[in-house]
């Protein structure tokens, strides 16, 4: 009876509450990030900057997967068992990285990264903007906050009768609409990769999971990188406004989603699996 016990914990709980902080935290950046940098940014100058901002956002995961391909070669027990002791290797199906050191490594980053935006002031003068017109942003910010307490006193009655009409509207905007089938076009492709990749380099390649964390990283990554970082350039070059963003966006898109489905003619043999490819005997 105690063999047909399963064991339980839980400390999938403190992973999950966790994971909610982190959204919590990361969830801000984006949004709030573009609105400040297209608020104080001359409107040349922010395509470039936008463009920065997402390069970093590509040279985090590179990095990530770095940390993680380290630390997925390490005995996940690190630190309570003794090396000698541990018989398997890391290409050993058995074997269990150490995930949970990356997100004390992560966690502890995140937390110093933070510790600017507390220095952040509430108002910047706008590039390229004398400053005697600092008086009248001050003046206009005074005014936003007024009306943001006048906009608190709505009733929840109020904020539903203007949601349905909101929603029609955004349905209606041709530049959202396109960044949404932007949207769906690159996570269609890019997750499947990320979730079944370092599965198939393991069972196809006879790849560790440290190394094929490693090549997915190094071959991915900086190219996206590279393409943030050029497409700001671009934008800022010729000058293009939303729409035409939107559209181009749209088609690169298009073109990488069908690129992606070059992956069907791409087939190797399937490994010999006892029991699921070939006989046990």
């Not at 040349?44 to 380290?70: I, Q």
């Not at 997925?72 to 002791?85: H, Q």
């Not at 995930?99 to 995140?110: D, E, H, K, Q, R």
């Not at 006048?150 to 905007?173: C, G, H, S, W």
């Amino acid at each position: 009876t105690d063999c047909e016990k399963e064991p339980g914990s839980l400390l999938w709980i403190f992973v999950m509450v966790g994971n909610i902080v982190r959204g919590m935290g990361e969830t801000p950046i984006m949004p709030l990030g573009i609105s400040y940098l297209e608020d104080f940014a001359k409107a040349e100058n922010s395509p470039f900057y936008l463009g920065c901002l997402h390069t970093a956002t590509v040279v985090g995961p590179f990095l990530g997967c770095l940390l993680a391909s380290f630390c997925a070669e390490l005995f996940v027990d690190l630190g309570s068992v003794d090396a000698e002791d541990i018989t398997i290797t890391a290409t050993d199906a058995r074997w269990v990285g150490a995930w949970w050191l990356g997100i004390l490594i992560c966690a502890s980053l995140n937390l110093l990264a933070g510790i600017p935006f507390w220095f952040l002031p509430k108002s910047l003068v706008k590039e390229g903007e004398p400053n005697e017109r600092e008086e009248a942003r001050e003046k206009s910010v005074v005014l936003l906050q007024e009306n943001n307490k006048n906009d608190t006193k709505q009733t929840m009655y109020e904020i539903a009768k203007d949601f349905v009409p909101f929603v029609k509207a955004l349905f209606r905007n041709p530049v959202y609409m396109l960044f949404i089938c932007i949207t769906v076009l690159q996570f269609s492709a890019f997750n499947g990769m990320i979730s079944f990749m370092p599965k198939y380099l393991e069972q196809q390649f006879g790849k560790s999971a440290s190394d094929a964390i490693f090549l997915i990283g190094v071959y991915n990554l900086p190219v996206v990188c590279v393409g943030y970082f050029f497409g700001g350039l671009f934008m800022k070059k010729f000058k293009i406004n939303i729409y035409q963003a939107a559209n181009i966006a749209f088609w690169i898109s298009l073109v990488e989603y069908l690129l992606y489905f070059a992956a069907y003619w791409t087939v190797c043999d399937t490994s010999p699996v006892a029991g699921l490819t070939v006989s046990y005997e």
